[in-house]
């Protein structure tokens, strides 16, 4: 019997006190471990992405289970940029809680660091500097290691503590050993050995010491606590940053609207706002909600959602999107999707999914990260004994453990893959490029050939004259002139763009439209026709088949009976476009031209912007596209797709990655894996640019996490190098990995 598939829901849960990635990676091991339960729990953006059988599980029970596991958590939406926990409309409430108890953390982990590494400096110095080291310096330095040791490092050993009693093991575990280790072996020497005779000094070296128990370590235990404390600063506030183009984005939106009540115009806030109430947009205001406008006319820059700065004319029955700002004009917009369906919230989702998710390459981290610290607790014992064996004193085997203990600590494995997606993502969001989840950048690395629809694409979509051709005798200007004259009397595509490319467009009289055929009227006096030809080309002949052959559409001026010239009309090409063919040439990338026009026409179009006309394809149907993609990854070629009609969607699901114009339809946008919200074809270079450059940080980060731990574990395990010394290093290279990642938030588009 064939079981009923179940229908799972989704959830985002806010997940707080998680201190690394393998606090992360306990959590989703708990999440899943429920049944029907699926979950991505990322330790960069806090956040927990659960899929779950409703029938089973609960939304509490998640919580419930989180809590278990010595964190706190809480539900910020539903997984569809819809209500949260608070009722919000784009998640802000539960986004601000998050916030708030991350600025909280960080504010707090700021106030320790100051505090600690002012009580610790002295330690260190007094430790270091023989001529600092008065009688008794050592019980003196004692005391304030115990208030660094139990106050400051508490952060530490809580969460070993709550980790222990779960049988897991993390970063903060080793943390905690190897600062325990130290300390405790200075509270033996100061009570049972020679270390607390008055007198006694100590020199600080970068290599351990042979001394025997006359060596105290408390200098190791406050310097560690302290930079440790200032590499999980950096980090909390890291995190901040790199959030903030998300919060940026969210908060464009208006926060109220002006909306026509009962034939009154009552402000309201925009929670308040249905689908089909009618608002008021004044210059200077944003648009409320994604909208039809109703009513006025006037400009409206785009920019904060696209990136694309001229401003975009509207009139009546045009679209409108929430958001952007009104320049000019007074508009009465009808609104279409409010709360979580505007095209705003849904840049939202598309961002935080992308957060939240794992790449591939983080995926294989987590699984590294839980063996890794088990295997580090082996080392260090490994080292332990290993110098006892060799002859070497007690002191120097011992500070060789619990410098690999201290050097050990995968922070800057664990940053480096999440932090990078977390500001790549978030830069590409204010520039108008949403990448749908983190697996796509290693797409991009492997992308070799982009397949790209010609009209919305390549083409602007939209009319436009390609060439004037008059008889002998006439002027050129005068053909348009006359023919824009008698096209002012139609709405025809041909006729507007007739129309907008003369400079002078006379009066007419007695217009008549001839449908299929064209149109005619008087103009000063004389009897103008425009259309098909209805008398003899004779020498323009060739002109009109040339105008045939290139996909234009030629069309006669024929004045009192005469043919006077043509004018030949086409799609335009946009006027990024050719640039952006030649970039997408330097990423490496073979383009190819797709479309179902005909084969002029695409030929035309391939000459204009530079791809070769062997990799033009013309006439195909929506499941040829599919088709040709198929034939090119066959033959061992990794594709992306450009398009932005229904179509092209099927094309775009089968590429290996698929980018959607955000001009166009719902279906191929939802189809693509990175959206382009400026409808530039320059924008698919930018976002292909933008993801691999994430993922080669990402590899960066990466290269220099593992390549610290390899090269440091076994200069400690050897005992080449002191604990402080160990935590100094450990720390820093935290920072390091973070600060790296920030440097995608400097990405620029080649558009500017």
């Known amino acids: 019997m064939t079981q009923t598939p179940t229908a799972l829901q989704h959830i985002e849960l806010g997940v707080t006190g998680m201190t690394c990635s393998s606090c992360s990676s306990r959590v989703q091991r708990k999440l899943n471990k429920l049944d029907g339960v699926d979950a991505s729990v990322n330790f960069s953006t806090e956040t927990a992405a659960v899929d779950f059988d409703a029938s089973t599980t609960t939304p509490q029970m998640l919580i419930d289970e989180v809590r278990k596991a010595g964190y706190d958590a809480f539900a910020m939406s539903d997984g569809s940029g819809g209500l949260g926990d608070e009722g919000d409309t784009g998640g802000a409430s539960s986004s601000d809680k998050l916030e708030d108890a991350r600025l909280a953390e960080a504010e707090d982990l700021k106030r320790t660091t100051i505090w600690s590494a002012l009580v610790s400096l002295p330690v260190m110095l007094v430790s270091m ?52 280790a130290a300390y405790l072996w200075s509270v033996w020497a100061l009570f049972f050995g020679n270390a607390g005779e008055p007198g006694m000094t100590m020199e600080m070296s970068i290599l351990p010491s ?12 406050c310097v560690v606590i302290t930079f440790l404390l200032l590499g999980r600063w950096f980090e ?10 998300l919060r940026e984005l969210l908060d464009m939106g208006a926060k109220d609207a002006a909306v026509i009540r009962d034939g009154r115009e009552v ?162 969001a204010q520039l108008g490029l949403l990448i749908k989840g983190p697996e796509v950048l290693e797409s991009t690395r492997q992308v070799d050939t982009v397949v790209m629809d010609k009209t919305g694409t390549i083409t602007s979509g939209q009319m436009g004259v390609s060439d004037v051709v008059a008889a002998p005798g006439v002027e050129a200007d005068e053909v348009l002139r006359l023919a824009a004259g008698v096209e002012s009397g139609s709405e025809h595509p041909i006729a507007r763009a007739i129309v907008g490319a003369a400079e002078d467009v006379p009066e007419f009289e007695n217009f008549q439209n001839e449908v299929g055929q064209g149109a005619s009227a008087l103009i000063d006096g004389r009897s103008v026709r425009v259309g098909r030809p209805t008398v003899d080309l004779a020498g323009l002949r060739d002109a009109f088949e040339k105008a045939q052959r290139a996909g234009s559409t030629p069309v006669a001026v024929e004045v009192d009976g005469a043919l006077a010239g043509l004018v030949a009309v086409r799609d335009t090409v946009k006027e990024d476009s050719a640039e952006a063919v030649a970039q997408l040439r330097e990423l490496g990338l073979t383009p190819h031209l797709l479309t179902g026009d005909n084969q002029g026409a695409a030929e035309a179009v391939a000459a204009e912007v530079g791809i070769d006309p062997a990799n033009v394809t013309a006439g195909v149907l929506p499941e040829d596209k599919v088709d040709v993609v198929k034939r090119l990854q066959e033959q061992g070629k990794h594709v992306a797709m450009v398009g932005d009609g229904v179509n092209d969607a099927a094309a775009l699901a089968q590429a290996d990655l698929g980018l959607a114009m955000g001009g166009g339809t719902d279906v191929a946008i939802e ?51 002191n604990p402080m010394l160990a935590g100094i290093a450990m720390a820093f290279s935290s920072v390091f990995v973070v600060s790296n990642s920030l440097r995608l938030r400097a990405f620029k588009s080649i558009a500017g």
């Open 129 to 180: 500097i023989p001529s600092l080291q008065f009688t008794n310096w050592q019980w003196a330095a004692f005391a304030a290691a115990t208030l660094v040791y139990f106050a400051a490092g508490s952060v530490f050993h809580r969460a070993t503590w709550v980790n222990l009693k779960h049988g897991a093991m993390t970063m903060d575990t080793l943390i905690t050993l190897g600062t325990t």
């Open 210 to 221: 042979h001394a025997g128990m006359d060596e105290i370590y408390l200098e190791s235990v």
């Open 671 to 721: 189809a693509a894996d990175i959206t382009l919200m400026r409808n530039s074809l320059t924008s698919a270079a930018d976002a292909i640019r933008l993801s691999r450059k994430t993922l080669k940080t990402i590899k960066g980060n990466l290269f220099w996490a593992f390549a610290y731990n390899a090269i440091l574990i076994p200069v400690a395990a050897l005992g080449f190098m």
């Open 267 to 428: 402000r309201v806030p925009i929670a308040q706002v249905a689908v089909g109430d009618q608002f008021i947009v004044r210059p200077g205001e944003k648009v409320a909600t994604d909208g039809r406008v109703v009513s006025g006319h006037s400009a409206v820059d785009e920019s904060m959602l696209t990136g694309e700065s001229v401003p975009v004319e509207v009139q009546e029955g045009s679209a409108v999107t929430g958001a952007t700002l009104n320049t000019s004009g007074r508009l009465v917009v009808e609104a279409t999707r409010v709360g979580s369906e505007t095209t705003l919230a849904q840049m939202g989702k598309l961002v935080r999914d992308a957060q939240a998710g794992k790449a591939p390459v983080e995926r294989l981290v987590d699984r590294i990260s839980q063996v890794f610290v088990p295997a580090v607790v082996v080392i260090a014992l490994v080292t332990l004994v290993g110098h006892l064996l060799v002859g070497h004193g007690t002191a120097h085997a011992f500070t060789a453990a619990v410098a690999v203990l201290i050097i050990a600590c995968p922070c800057a494995l664990g940053l480096a893959t999440p932090t990078a997606i977390l500001v790549g993502t978030g830069r590409g």
């Open 236 to 245: 909390t506030r890291a995190k901040g940053q790199s959030s903030e183009a």
